[in-house]
């Protein structure tokens, strides 16, 4: 199947920085890619839809100032959170759409991204 | 609101069990429903697709069903394997592109 990369896999950071994950999908372009969040025992819960070349569109309740994406190509959406505090402490994981051969679409997942902030 | 639940949240069988979990889901306008498999600390790696048209896939000792109707699907192990502990998850996917995640059943298979 296709490949999905993300990096870093674990970050720990102080409250007030700014943190940057990347999602590249290796093996195909993705004009699509999503990022979700998942706190422990919980739903994947999607924060965005990344679109090359245009904003990306915001699930209810995300700020976009605070959780900035950009996909500036069709192989690379990065996340990033700004002004990091302890309550963004979670797994993100992104996504990209890809068309199946006989019809229809599916998402390959990254590794995700564990950030801890201090 | 779309919701996915999954029943059980966790299961524990002893190795070579045959098991079935659960999926149910609110909204029967379905595009595909998949299940995935994580391993702790891990991404998602997809099982199984099934799309609206059908109404089950298989892979190896995995068969998905999908009944739109009552809003059910279920995945089937066969043969357990203390390799096939993990969260599995499945999701729906409706008119849109987005994807709507369960919970997830915690599987354990005890050697």
């Known amino acids: 199947g296709a490949v999905v990369s993300q990096h870093p896999s674990r970050v720990i950071c102080k409250s007030g920085t700014s943190v940057k994950i990347e999602c590249r999908s290796l093996?195909?372009?993705?004009?699509?890619m999503f990022w979700y969040r998942q706190f422990p025992k919980k739903s994947l819960m999607l924060m965005a839809t990344s679109n090359e070349g245009s904003k990306a569109t915001y699930e209810q309740g995300v700020e976009k100032d605070k959780f900035l994406i950009n996909h500036a190509s069709l192989t690379l959406s990065t996340l990033t959170v700004t002004s990091a505090h302890p309550e963004d402490s979670s797994f993100y994981i992104c996504?990209?759409?890809?068309?199946?051969?006989?019809?229809?679409?599916?998402?390959?997942f990254g590794p995700g991204t564990r950030l801890l902030v201090l | 609101k779309q919701e996915v639940t999954q029943i059980p949240a966790a299961l524990s069988v002893p190795e070579g069990e045959n098991l079935v979990l659960n999926c149910s889901f609110t909204d029967s306008a379905i595009y595909n429903l998949q299940w995935f498999r994580q391993d702790p600390g891990k991404g998602l790696t997809s099982l199984l697709l099934?799309?609206?048209?059908?109404r089950e896939q298989t892979s190896g000792r995995l068969n998905a069903s999908l009944d739109k109707s009552s809003g059910r699907s279920t995945l089937y192990i066969a043969a357990s394997q203390p390799g096939d502990s993990a969260t599995y998850l499945c999701a729906r996917q409706g008119g849109s592109e987005k994807l709507v995640f369960g919970k997830g059943t915690k599987l354990t298979v005890n050697p």
């Open positions: 099934i799309q609206s048209s059908q």
């Open positions: 996504s990209a759409r890809a068309w199946l051969a006989g019809g229809g679409e599916t998402q390959y």
């Open positions: 093996d195909f372009q993705a004009t699509t």
